[in-house]
């Protein structure tokens, strides 16, 4: 068989080539059993439409020919437009698809709708340009939903002051999602907008990058499966996402202040970069909104950059803050490869793993105490979140009264019971303690013990059971009271456990 021949023993090619909208193929006579089919080309000049259901924007009169380096094109919004209101038809004509050529297309404002696919040559080939002027919404369904949306190897460069969104999704009436799919695309340049929003339901978003917006990627929404998400420059939030599970997450050169990573119920990520440039600072990396859901985790967390600084924690859930603030600490080689952090892993009910050391000593004749790491108490501790106010530098232990004397540095000193030190934790239940305490180091001269217990206690007028650090002679087992720690000498433990 030569060239463009069908054997006419393969009936079923004549079957696939309709259902492929190719034209048919003409009989050639021969005197051999073997009849072949060869296909009859056009005449030359003639234009023939196939019948299919496959076309391109240039067919609707679009001219795609923006030029970068002028910035000069001919506006084809109305024949975009016109496309995409043909491969919508009514509703009820999925086959109906538009191939985009690699070109570069000028447009204003869009409205997208659901069942349509466009399918672009890649991201550095075919591509959108916004025309000056846009704002608002720039590719949107504008509530009438994108169900069974496709889009693969596209980009967007927008660059306009006045877009809100790149591109925006999904609806209260028809999510994104259910057939829909988002792959090898690229939102740019948003300076005052949002890259990319979301609302959807088991909605399908891989390869995806947006870059050099004001905010990157949001997706809410249920059962939504992301991966090889990047995103990069966001001047406020890179990713906002809820109901999401995500393989595969950088987030890239976040702008001071800004906020990298925030999740807002039911979010599961694994394979999370986050990085840096020299010079940033920032309140905290990963937000955690817990308000509606509690359920969430974030695996094998990479933190890369040069010396950033953290003012609260890597991590705030709620209203608490997680891991330390030391700048050194987050230079990338130095600091913890992998991270792990989740609402179920290594909890009871809701307690968490702590896991810290106590310090205690006399400078001066006046008792000090500092909480943080276990190998060193002048570290912080990245699991120490449950005691209010911790801190690794050294700080006054209060002693006076404790209906009357308030915490300080995540404790205080008992009183009318030296011998305990109380810390500053929220209600505890006995019936549930599983933590624990060991002596770590003591100069005070006296063998001593340490028993960590829940006890109710009195501190500035507030009633509550607390976690309590008692202290007892090991030779006589007398209550050991701190206040007769001597001057110089310092008595460590450690703590380790769960902790409400």
């Not at 909605?203 to 870059?211: F, L, N, S, Y």
């Not at 817990?290 to 695996?299: F, G, P």
């Not at 859930?317 to 603030?325: I, M, N």
């Not at 000593?361 to 120490?384: E, K, M």
Request: charged letters at 15%; one cysteine or more; proline letters at 4%.
């Amino acid at each position: 068989m030569t060239g463009w021949q069908q054997n006419r023993r393969d009936p079923g090619g004549l079957t696939r080539r309709s259902l492929l909208g190719l034209a048919p193929l003409t009989a050639v006579s021969s005197a051999s059993a073997d009849t072949e089919f060869m296909l009859e080309l056009p005449k030359a000049g003639a234009v023939e439409k196939a019948p299919s259901e496959l076309r391109t924007f240039e067919d609707f009169g679009a001219a795609g020919d923006f030029e970068m380096h002028t910035g000069k094109g001919t506006d084809d919004t109305t024949a975009i437009q016109a496309a995409l209101d043909w491969a919508h038809g009514d509703g009820a004509l999925p086959s109906r698809a538009i191939m985009m050529t690699a070109n570069n297309f000028l447009c204003g404002n869009i409205t997208t709708h659901p069942v349509t696919t466009i399918i672009g040559t890649g991201r550095h080939t075919s591509a959108f340009i916004c025309k000056a002027g846009t704002k608002g919404r720039w590719w949107s369904d504008r509530g009438g939903g994108a169900q069974k949306l496709m889009l693969s190897g596209i980009a967007w460069y927008g660059q306009e002051q006045g877009l809100t969104h790149i591109c925006e999704f999904g609806s209260s009436r028809v999510q994104f999602g259910t057939e829909g799919i988002l792959q090898g695309l690229w939102m740019r340049g948003a300076p005052q907008g949002q890259a990319l929003s979301l609302d959807a339901n088991v909605g399908i978003v891989r390869d995806v990058t947006v870059q050099d917006c004001r905010y990157g990627l949001k997706v809410i929404g249920n059962g939504n499966q992301l991966s090889n998400i990047v995103c990069m420059q966001a001047e406020n939030v890179g990713v906002d996402l809820s109901g999401c599970f995500v393989r595969g997450l950088h987030v890239e050169a976040t702008a001071s202040a800004g906020l990298p990573m925030r999740f807002k119920g039911d979010c599961h990520a694994a394979d999370v970069l986050i990085s840096s440039s020299t010079g940033r600072s920032f309140g905290h990396l990963i937000e955690v909104d817990t308000k509606v859901y509690d359920e969430w985790s974030i695996e094998n967390v990479q933190l890369l950059g040069s010396k950033y600084h953290i003012a609260n924690g890597i991590l705030k859930v709620g209203a608490h803050y997680r891991g330390g603030t030391d700048p050194d600490l987050f230079s990338g080689s130095s600091h913890i490869h992998a991270l792990d952090i989740s609402s179920g892993r290594l909890a009871i009910r809701h307690q968490e793993w702590q896991a810290f050391g106590l310090r205690i000593i006399n400078q001066g004749g006046r008792l000090h105490h500092q909480i943080g790491s276990l190998t060193d108490c002048g570290i912080a501790s990245a699991f120490v979140s449950k005691i209010e106010g911790a801190s690794p530098r050294p700080v006054v232990s209060p002693v006076g009264g404790d209906d009357l004397t308030p915490f300080a540095g995540g404790g205080k000193v008992g009183n009318p019971k030296p011998s305990q030190f109380i810390f500053d934790t929220q209600v505890q239940v006995a019936a549930d303690q599983a933590i624990q305490g060991t002596i770590l180091h003591n100069s005070s001269g006296v063998a001593l013990t340490a028993w960590l217990h829940i006890a109710p206690t009195m501190v500035n007028g507030v009633e509550r059971s607390r976690l309590v650090a008692e202290f007892f002679n090991a030779v006589t087992g007398a209550a050991y009271p701190l206040t007769a720690l001597p001057n110089g000498k310092t008595v460590t433990i450690g703590v380790s456990g769960f902790l409400a």
